[in-house]
């Protein structure tokens, strides 16, 4: 099911035309929830060969469109492959990055602000590919994500999204009849993955 279906579907059962600004927000809020229940392997996302911008043992590179996580990064040659004896670029946190023990950690990286900085201190970066875990692109209503075409999880979001409007909206009461909570929701997103092979 499409955002834009979803959408319609949460009007004809909320019947509140006059909020469909806040229908429209409640439906994109709880798809990129249930996306982020979990790292789901169907939102991994594998890049190319990118061409760092300029050459060194110390590199900041723009983070993906939509990205939310990093799961591998690799130092590589301009035809893609890892170069030999490269296990990977280690994620550090950004605030320690002053106190790095520099013989135990060759190849790290961290994420700061709107960019993702890597460092080898042995050879210069030239070629990089990572893979990395992203939001599903919400500004797009013809958007159908792998969970959107998933009947129960479709439902899942639907339920949340409705429940959310009523609570915006004041009717605590109708809220309360859908009573679904946050936990209870995190499980059914979690066990419909599950059976459906992510």
Do not use: C
Not at 126 to 146: C, H, M, Q, R
Not at 170 to 184: C, F, H, M
């Amino acid at each position: 099911m499409t955002l834009a279906t979803m959408k319609a579907a949460v009007l004809s059962e909320i019947k509140r035309p006059d909020q469909t600004a806040l229908i429209s927000s409640a439906v994109n809020a709880m798809v990129l929830k249930a996306h982020s229940v979990d790292f789901f392997p169907r939102d991994l996302v594998e890049s190319n060969v990118i061409t760092v911008g300029t050459p060194g043992t110390e590199v900041s590179e723009a983070l993906p469109t939509r990205w939310r996580k990093f799961n591998y990064i690799f130092q590589t040659g301009s035809t893609g492959l890892i170069l030999a004896g490269h296990k990977g670029f280690e994620n550090v946190d950004a605030a320690d990055r002053f106190q790095w023990d520099t013989s135990a950690k060759n190849e790290i990286y961290y994420v700061a602000g709107s960019n993702v900085k890597l460092k080898n201190f042995k050879t210069s970066i030239s070629y990089i590919k990572y893979g990395y875990f992203e939001y599903p692109d919400v500004s797009n209503d013809a958007l159908n994500t792998w969970m959107t075409s998933n009947v129960m999880l479709e439902r899942a979001i639907l339920d949340m999204a409705i429940r959310y409007i009523h609570l915006k909206l004041g009717d605590a009461t109708r809220a309360r009849s859908e009573e679904l909570n946050w936990v209870e929701w995190k499980a059914t997103i979690l066990a419909e993955a599950l059976i459906s092979s992510v």
